[in-house]
């Protein structure tokens, strides 16, 4: 894809950061900065799963031979690690132009009453609290500079909360509370806020939300057409290619199927 005549020399030599980069929205973003840079960036790819992130960055070397690539274990839910993690990255990376706050996750479908504690927290470490401490741990830098961007994950579960949502939905209106924050105190800077809401984006989200039901998790999309997290990443890379004095502040992503969280047509 490309992103106008610029892009390529906007996006020339930034260091990205993006958690969760191991599949989904964070892999596919990973590959389309590269893509859009012609490999001319330096990318972070944090996320639980060290083998992926470690296949990740062999393909992207194969296809850009001057990519740099960091890879490292990090769970944002363990929010003692964030800051070290940050601080400790090897110099040729601690200069953070673009965050990209990918990590998150639904669990279950449960009404609220029998929602179980455990997933309650694991939602909202990940999903807030490791979003929140890793914006406060890169923020500085940006400060530093007068520069940079966050992009923040949010969803439409995050505008139009939805039964079997009771916490998840919370969750992404807490990250777009924080946006809407973040944007407002830095106003005085160059420094840009995004936030991406995708609606149904078919991913390994569902697999995760239904704890490994495959069938459970393949009806979300059934008879619809669901958004690829290639189409994500596209908006995500679009927006912090623009002009620096543009600001995609807030963008909601369906596919043509979908009109609100609830609202889906099915062909079958
Ligand atoms: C994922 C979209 O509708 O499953 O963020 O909550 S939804």
Do not use: W
């Not at 990918?102 to 479908?109: E, T, W």
């Not at 997290?229 to 963008?251: G, H, L, M, N, P």
């Amino acid at each position: 894809m490309s992103y106008g005549p610029k892009a390529a020399e906007r996006l020339s030599g930034k260091i990205i950061l993006i958690t969760g980069a191991s599949a989904g929205i964070g892999e596919s973003t990973a590959r389309e900065f590269a893509a859009a840079a012609a490999g001319n960036v330096k990318l972070i790819l944090t996320a639980r799963r060290a083998e992926k992130l470690s296949a990740l960055a062999e393909d992207l070397k194969k296809e850009y031979s001057n990519i740099s690539v960091h890879t490292a274990t990090l769970d944002v839910s363990k929010i003692d690690t964030i800051g070290k993690f940050v601080t400790d990255l090897p110099t040729e990376f601690a200069d953070i132009d673009i965050l990209v706050n990918n990590a998150g996750l639904a669990l279950g479908r449960d009404s609220i009453g029998t929602i179980i504690e455990s997933d309650i927290q694991a939602m909202f470490n990940t999903n807030v609290l490791g979003l929140i401490t890793m914006t406060q741990a890169v923020l500085p830098i940006f400060k530093k500079k007068n520069s940079g961007d966050i992009v923040n994950l949010g969803s439409i579960a995050g505008r139009d909360p939805y039964p079997g949502g009771g916490i998840y939905c919370p969750t992404k209106a807490a990250v777009k509370s924080f946006s809407h924050v973040l944007r407002k105190e830095l106003i005085n800077t160059k420094i840009r806020v995004f936030e991406v809401d995708p609606g149904n984006v078919e991913t390994e989200f569902s697999n995760v939300r239904f704890k490994g039901d495959l069938e459970k998790a393949k009806s979300v999309y059934s008879g619809t057409e669901p958004l690829l997290a290639e189409d994500i990443a596209e908006i995500i890379v679009f927006a912090c290619s623009r002009k620096q004095k543009t600001v995609i502040a807030e963008t909601l992503v369906f596919s043509t199927n979908q009109a609100s969280a609830t609202h889906l047509y099915r062909d079958s």
